[in-house]
T-cell receptor, first 113, second 117 residues
């Protein structure tokens, strides 16, 4: 089955700096890669996703890049703010509806004011 | 986006009792819902896939008689932790897709924190 590795497990940055979280996946058939933000005591919220037919996607301060050949994808957060502090999870799945997601181990991001 | 609601958000129970957690899709129909368990500082682990009108599909290592899943309608799935023990204490999260959106996006509930004394 699919295996998703995520690094780093913790990341501390100064407010205004950029943060980068990287994930690798094992199954070359995976074609959907979402990123979730989870605040303490809450369920995960989708912040951005990318499909295998594109290499990069951006939404304001958040961007995701995908390298299908190397089977890795990354989350980039620019101009970080204290409210960006949370746990971020990457995930991968094959296909769209009905297929389960395999999650990475999570990255605890701390943005220091 | 679509909304998935869980209830209760937290529950404390005595060892040996059963606890039911509800997962509702509020503005869409979900033929399939997913139940995850998350231990402190760990990732989400899929427990089972809940299928409306049929039996749930459990992941390897998850006891189906321990974690009863019922998906009685297109908007409600329930997870019952039977004869709960302290090791069952965890954060349980459900999720569902709004197939009408066609995006494959998975929407998560707010989670239910179970503490078994």
């Amino acid at each position: 089955g699919e295996n998703v590795e995520q690094h780093p497990s913790t990341l501390s940055v100064q407010e205004g700096d950029s943060a980068v979280i990287k994930c690798t996946y094992s199954d070359s058939a995976s074609n959907y890669f979402p990123w979730y933000k989870q605040e303490l005591g809450k369920g995960p919220q989708l912040i951005i996703d990318i499909r295998s037919n594109v290499g990069e996607k951006k939404d304001q301060r958040i961007a995701v890049t995908l390298n299908k050949t190397a089977k890795h994808f990354s989350l980039h957060i620019t101009e970080t703010q204290p409210e960006d502090s949370a746990v971020y999870f990457c995930a991968a799945s094959i296909g769209n509806a009905g297929n389960m997601l395999t999650f990475g181990g999570g990255t605890r991001l701390m943005v220091k004011p | 986006g679509a909304v998935v609601s869980q209830h209760p958000s937290w529950v404390i129970c005595k060892s040996g009792t059963s606890v039911k957690i509800e997962c509702r899709s509020l503005d869409f129909q979900a033929t399939t819902m997913f139940w995850y368990r998350q231990f402190p500082k760990q990732s989400l682990m899929l427990m089972a896939t809940s299928n409306e009108g049929s039996k749930a599909t459990y992941e390897q290592g998850v006891e189906k008689d321990k974690f009863l899943i019922n998906h009685a309608s297109l908007t409600l799935s329930t997870l019952t932790v039977t004869s709960a023990h302290p090791e069952d204490s965890s954060f349980y999260i459900c999720s569902a897709r709004d197939l009408a959106l066609g995006t494959g996006e998975l929407f998560f509930g707010e989670g239910s924190r179970l503490t078994v004394l």
